[in-house]
């Protein structure tokens, strides 16, 4: 199957802080979404982004499908952006399940 | 803004013993699925279902498992015999096209 893998693993940060996470791909993928998940475990839906660049308020992601990678770019990040932040595909063909990545944990410092 | 929902959010049970986790999917949503993750572990794709069926399933989805849309409105996931190594946050996902949307889970512990 397609090889995801995210990076950093780990990233501590002080409040106000901005910062890149990275999704690289072995292979072409389909329907690239990312994920937050908060401290209760509960899985926020950021973006959709098969291709090209969103942005959601301090929230942005570009996905360049082409080179087999996608980026989320937090800015002034805030303690409430602390979690673990997955980048999700599904394979080609019809099957419709995601795949995720092992995330990035992310630490929001005050 | 309509969303998935899952009950109980969280549940503790007996190994060997039957557990049904519950979601309703989002209303215009065609597409099912139920994931898996492990503490500390990545989210696991486990079933998908689609037109009263299953349409996709993993090996972690072995004899144990069943999947059931029982109304219009209710879809399901039933472990028969849960043993100490199913103990997970479980999420249930829906799709209209290609997006999926995740409920909040369930925390199921096997004790």
């Known amino acids: 199957g397609i090889q995801v893998e995210q990076s950093p693993p780990d990233l501590i940060l002080q409040e106000g802080a901005n910062s890149t996470l990275r999704c690289n791909f072995s292979?072409?993928?389909?329907?690239l979404q990312w994920f937050h998940q908060n401290p209760w475990g509960q899985l926020i839906n950021l973006f959709y982004?098969?291709?090209g660049t969103k942005q959601n308020g301090r929230l942005s992601a570009t996905t360049v499908a082409t080179e087999r990678y996608s980026l989320l770019y937090i800015s002034s990040s805030q303690t409430t952006d602390s979690g673990v932040y997955f980048c999700?595909?599904?394979?080609?063909?019809?099957?419709?399940?995601?795949?995720f990545g092992s995330g990035t944990q992310l630490t929001v410092l005050p | 803004e309509p969303e998935v929902t899952q009950t109980p959010s969280h549940q503790v049970t007996q190994m060997g013993q039957e557990v049904i986790l519950r979601c309703v999917p989002i209303?215009?949503?065609?597409?099912f699925y139920w994931y898996r993750q492990i503490l500390g572990q990545k989210v696991e794709f486990l079933v998908s279902?689609?037109?009263?069926?299953?349409?996709?399933k993993s090996e972690i989805f072995d004899d144990q498992f069943s999947v059931e849309r029982p109304d219009g409105s209710n879809f399901t996931l039933k472990i028969r015999s849960t043993k100490l190594e199913d103990s997970a946050m479980y999420f249930c996902?829906?799709?209209?096209?290609?997006?999926?949307?995740f409920g909040q889970g369930t925390r199921l512990t096997v004790v």
């Open positions: 996902a829906s799709s209209e096209f290609s997006e999926a949307f």
């Open positions: 292979d072409s993928v389909n329907n």
């Open positions: 982004i098969p291709s």
């Open positions: 999700a595909h599904t394979t080609s063909g019809s099957a419709r399940q995601l795949t």
């Open positions: 209303s215009n949503h065609l597409y």
């Open positions: 279902f689609y037109n009263n069926e299953i349409s996709e």
